[in-house]
């Protein structure tokens, strides 16, 4: 068994930068994350450009330097190694966590290689590897994705992109530049007012000249082998199909903290915390990042969440005195 000063679990920006706050209260944080760090960014779609600027994009006070305001993915991740570098992070990867359970004043913090104990843990977990799965027959047919690379392996097939948010217009935009047949259905009734606005003009110029096919006010009832049956204002029709990628967001994983000990609203999937020290109603016990949104994705990103580390810091310097 390992005593450590602290475990972040999770090695995102968010993570990170808590970890880093952690470093400069003069604690020895560990941080533990089951791929290798950034794994969200890392599976981002190959040309994946941020909505947010790079200096918004930086933690630890490493600038964030690039030619352009908006960084890409490949520079994002350049960006964070160095800073782990730069900070001397200690980061457990390919390492994962199994559970995490308060004994006395003290957490026990099994993983699928070690046993360790702390007096602070920090939830940084995101939400990308849990994706909002629609439940219809045929979703679990391997030619359905819920994340996306990039296209040049669906050239000349015909693809369903389902959702009308940023990633999958993105995902639509990179299928038809690769010479898919892309068709894109939306439940919603117009365009998302979310889609990056240097994004929508380039989509809708494809829909105008029947380049993207886009169905509105559209679910999807069933995916078959070569086609999907779907139905638009209420009339229901079946179109041909090779592949599907189903971009309908993700969510946090309320079962981890739930188990130990962290209080749900059932409704929101927010867990119960102190906006102004992160700390949950299990005490020592910390979130930071995206996690603390709950099911709304939307409110935290990496620029509002990379300061959660220090609101930890300072709780943590108050409970040492």
Request: include cysteine; proline fraction near 4%; charge should be negative.
């Amino acid at each position: 068994m390992q005593q450590v000063d602290a475990i972040i679990v999770g090695g995102g920006p968010c993570g990170l930068a808590a970890a880093i706050a952690l470093q400069n209260i003069g604690l020895k944080p560990i941080v533990i994350e089951k791929g290798n760090i950034v794994n969200a960014i890392y599976n981002y779609p190959t040309h994946q450009t941020f909505f947010s600027t790079s200096e918004r994009l930086a933690i630890g006070d490493v600038p964030f330097i690039i030619e352009g305001r908006k960084p890409k993915r490949n520079q994002a991740l350049v960006y964070y190694r160095e800073v782990v570098r730069l900070k001397d992070i200690q980061v457990n990867r390919f390492e994962k966590v199994d559970s995490v359970v308060k004994n006395g004043e003290m957490f026990t913090v099994t993983t699928d290689k070690e046993v360790y104990t702390t007096a602070y843990v920090v939830i940084a977990t995101g939400y990308y590897d849990h994706p909002n799965y629609l439940n219809i027959p045929g979703e679990k047919l391997p030619k359905v994705y819920h994340y996306f690379k990039e296209g040049h392996e669906f050239f000349d097939t015909d693809v369903l992109v389902i959702g009308g948010k940023n990633s999958a217009v993105d995902a639509a935009l990179e299928l038809n530049k690769a010479g898919a047949r892309v068709t894109v259905a939306y439940r919603g009734s117009e365009y998302s007012p979310s889609i990056k606005p240097w994004v929508l003009p380039e989509f809708e110029g494809l829909v105008r000249n029947d380049e993207v096919q886009m169905h509105f006010n559209t679910n999807i009832l069933e995916i078959r082998e070569q086609e999907v049956v779907i139905e638009i204002d209420g009339s229901k029709k079946t179109i041909k199909n090779d592949f599907v990628f189903a971009m309908t967001g993700y969510h946090p994983d309320h079962s981890f903290i739930r188990a130990m000990g962290v209080s749900i609203d059932d409704e929101t999937g927010r867990p119960f915390f102190n906006p102004e020290t992160m700390e949950t109603n299990v005490e020592g016990l910390f979130i930071a990042g995206v996690i603390a949104a709950g099911n709304n994705a939307n409110e935290i990103f990496i620029e509002n969440g990379r300061f959660h580390g220090d609101c930890i810091a300072k709780t943590i310097v108050e409970k040492e005195k």
